[in-house]
Nanobody, 125 residues
Framework: QVHLVESGGGLVQAGGSLRLSCTAS????????MGWFRQAPGEVREFVSY????????DYADSVKGRFTISRDNAKNTMYLQMNSLHPEDPAVYYC??????????????????WGPGPPVTVSS
């Protein structure tokens, strides 16, 4: 079992920045590739970003590429999502997730076994 807790959500003006953190406990954090997803009201949960267990590969949704940066510090059992140039279409609940160890897929939420509760991110225009 992996327990995930996010922090860093909140309200920011359009064009501003926020950094989300996701801290893990339980099984060794470096066993897991990790992802960020988001879900806006009335919308399906969508992939935002992905990082391998050691951070050597990352991936992003086209909508956030160039604005968001994913990273992790395995010594601190923590993953981050730096969000810059936030747009009015970025508000959502943002979830961190640990991918199933037997999966090689990264975009589908079904491939992730453990989820944090998700902090809301609100962008004011």
């Amino acid at each position: 079992q992996v327990h995930l807790v996010e922090s860093g959500g909140g309200l920011v003006q359009a064009g501003g920045s926020l950094r989300l953190s996701c801290t893990a406990s339980g099984r060794p954090f470096n066993n897991y590739a990790m992802g960020w997803f988001r879900q806006a009201p009335g919308e399906v949960r969508e992939f935002v970003s992905y990082i391998t267990w050691n951070g050597d590969k990352t991936d992003y949704a086209d909508s956030v590429k160039g604005r968001f940066t994913i990273s992790r510090d395995n010594a601190k059992n923590t993953m981050y999502l730096q969000m810059n140039s936030l747009h009015p279409e970025d508000p959502a609940v943002y979830y961190c997730a640990a991918r199933r160890t037997n999966s090689e897929q990264r975009y589908a939420s079904d491939e992730y076994a453990y989820w944090g509760p998700g902090p809301p991110v609100t962008v004011s225009s």
